[in-house]
């Protein structure tokens, strides 16, 4: 009878210990904020690293005041987000190759309170580009309740308020399930790029929607051979632009080049030791700074609206609101050898081969 009491208590201490840990981890582990006196948006966004923009949609803020005592949400870093909120919404639709695709369908979703566009993303299992780009709203837009927006989906179709993007049947809500970091605000000991996973080291779940890869089931050997295939053959930059574009400028010169094939494509360029970082296509720099997982940022928008993204740098060189030309220097690489830095471009958001998009 003893025995049975004690193994019972057991039962009921393992089970409490249990319970207590999916409390403390909700699905979506975003962190809040109370602003305190003297905060700016600004300030919050240098501490946990990611742009003011993010802050302004995740708490569908107007302006760029905030009261002492407020709570704000912060977003897990996401840098197609952080591309897309920094565009000024210059139309890109011109400037890189592509092919017709068909028409995206979607559903009604009527905005309820205290939902953001952020929030949003995430319910439909979409990216916030995805929202931006399916309504033709502004970057900066905010929403109100009982306003209509739509949501990928069934065509057509009303969504409810307590249905997501898989009740929807929306391919990509299916897609994109279930990939929400777990990141809890902690800051990331390492700022720069894991180039294993070909996303950001510190990512907390997605700003525009769930981004988290969720494959990491499997046997060691599958994983293995999962980041080999991430890479294509490593070429220098000379030997990359024979087989495409011989007038074709790197952000370094004549860097080793790997191409990464994670959620966010790019390539990653390596360099020599405190090299110059030049800008490849002219236009104004929207944001730098270092952001989460990232390192070192800048951001510079063409005239087009394509954003060119530069990650990784040792140091920084240039401004928000510079204009920069092609063959510029906006930064350098790091010492030794941290010398690589990852380069992206993104159209509204989503990724662009960075070998097909405009220079000069």
Do not use: H
Not at 84 to 112: D, G, R, W
Not at 130 to 152: D, F, H, R, Y
Not at 199 to 218: D, F, H, I, L
Not at 266 to 288: D, F, W
């Amino acid at each position: 009878m003893k025995v049975e009491r004690i193994f019972k208590n057991c039962v009921f201490a393992i089970s409490c210990v249990t319970a207590s840990l999916f409390i403390a981890s909700p699905l979506f582990a975003d962190t809040t904020y109370t602003v305190k006196k003297g905060d700016t948006l600004y300030s919050i966004s240098r501490k946990y690293e990611i742009t003011v923009p993010e802050l302004k949609t995740a708490n569908n803020l107007e302006s760029d005041f905030v009261k002492e005592g407020a709570r704000l949400v912060i977003p897990s870093a996401n840098i197609q987000n952080a591309a897309a909120l920094s565009s000024s919404n210059a139309s890109s639709s011109s400037s890189v190759p592509s092919t017709a695709k068909e028409e995206k369908k979607f559903s009604i979703y009527e905005v309820q309170k205290g939902d953001t566009l952020y929030a949003i993303a995430r319910k439909f299992q979409t990216t916030l580009p995805e929202i931006l780009s399916l309504n033709n709203i502004e970057t900066t837009a905010t929403i109100m309740p009982g306003q209509k927006i739509k949501v990928p989906g069934k065509d057509g179709a009303s969504v409810a308020s307590g249905q997501t993007g898989r009740d929807n049947g929306s391919a990509q809500g299916s897609k994109e399930s279930g990939k929400d970091s777990g990141n809890t605000g902690v800051e990331s000991k390492n700022p720069r790029m894991d180039i294993s996973s070909g996303s950001s080291s510190g990512n907390r779940a997605s700003t525009g929607g769930a981004n988290n890869a969720s494959n990491n089931s499997g046997s060691k050997t599958g994983k293995d051979e999962s980041k080999e295939k991430q890479y294509a053959e490593v070429k220098t930059a000379k030997e990359l632009t024979e087989n495409t574009n011989k007038s074709l400028l790197w952000p370094l010169s004549n860097p080793v080049v790997k191409k990464v094939n994670g959620k966010v494509s790019g390539v990653l360029l390596t360099g020599k030791s405190l090299e110059a970082v030049c800008a490849v296509r002219e236009g104004t720099v929207m944001y730098t700074g270092v952001y989460r997982g990232f390192g070192e940022v800048v951001f510079v928008q063409s005239k087009t609206g394509l954003i060119y993204s530069y990650t990784g740098l040792g140091s920084v060189s240039c401004k928000k609101g510079d204009y920069v030309k092609a063959g510029d220097e906006i930064g350098r690489t790091g010492k030794g050898s941290d010398t690589s830095i990852k380069f992206m471009v993104f159209q509204n958001g989503m990724p662009v081969n960075p070998e097909k998009a405009p220079r000069g």
